[in-house]
């Protein structure tokens, strides 16, 4: 079972074979290989993306996707977690999971919830990525750009519901062949769709070159970093690959998701 406070403990009927899980199993084989690299993270729109510093990272693996709502049901029988707050358009297998906390995901102290039990399945660790990790893998390799496809806005390549895009008032399949951008990585939905939370508490930027950072702790620090826009904002503003948002760890709400990433 797993209580609210993230901590799991899979029930002895439930299996420990990623093969019995079919829709975590495949989710996991399609992780994509993201290269070692510097970068220059941030950007001079608003304050709390400056200053612009750089950042070199380790190779890391990073899902194609969100995880779905098919590998939380997995997740919910497999542990006997209740499942989240069923959104106004159903339980869709294919769309984003949502109605989850950072602290669902992670486990209030950093150690359960849904990343320990998928962790113990795949036999090696499997967590939310990095702030560092997730702009980087947006940017498809590219040094600096505004948005994962380029410079300039399109409408074409992210679900949102700008101006005339009014069916974008849901989620949307993680598969779907109109309205998805895949980069340089493969990675689909990296903007859009919905937020998606990462590792990170949510800090001011220092000036000095990071290697592989991440706040796990902090003094004062009580927000968790989410990244990628979602499908009920319509600025274009908030799908930057700069952009940094911030929400509660205990929040769950309809346009927060999540994808997982490897070391």
């Not at 990585?185 to 990296?190: E, K, N, Q, T, V």
């Not at 590792?199 to 220092?206: E, P, R, W």
Request: proline share 6%.
């Amino acid at each position: 079972m797993e209580s609210r406070s993230g901590q799991v403990s899979v029930g002895k009927q439930a299996s420990r074979d990623l093969k019995d899980y079919p829709a975590l199993q495949a989710y996991i084989k399609a992780l994509r290989k993201i290269p070692t690299g510097t970068f220059q993270m941030g950007s001079d729109v608003f304050a709390s993306e400056k200053p612009v510093h750089t950042v070199t990272l380790s190779a890391f693996r990073m899902a194609v996707t969100p995880v779905t709502v098919a590998i939380w049901k997995e997740y919910c029988k497999a542990t006997g977690t209740p499942l989240p707050k069923e959104p106004s358009w159903g339980f869709i297998d294919d769309h984003p999971i949502i109605y989850v906390s950072w602290n669902d995901i992670m486990g209030v102290d950093g150690k359960g919830g849904f990343c320990a039990w998928a962790s113990e399945l795949a036999g090696f660790k499997l967590m939310l990525p990095t702030e560092a990790q997730f702009e980087y893998a947006s940017l498809g390799g590219k040094p600096r750009k505004e948005f994962p496809w380029g410079d300039t806005f399109d409408l074409g390549k992210v679900w949102c519901s700008y101006k005339s895009f009014a069916d974008a008032m849901k989620t949307a399949p993680v598969n779907r062949s109109n309205n998805v951008f895949r980069n340089a990585y493969g990675l689909s939905d990296i903007s859009g769709n919905v937020y998606q939370w990462c590792s990170d508490l949510f800090v001011a930027y220092g000036p000095d070159a990071q290697m592989d950072p991440n706040v796990l702790t902090s003094a004062t620090a009580k927000l968790r970093c989410a990244r990628g826009g979602c499908w009920n904002i319509n600025d274009p503003v908030d799908f930057r690959c700069s952009d940094r948002s911030r929400f509660r760890p205990d929040l769950r709400v309809d346009f927060i998701g999540f994808r997982l990433v490897a070391g």
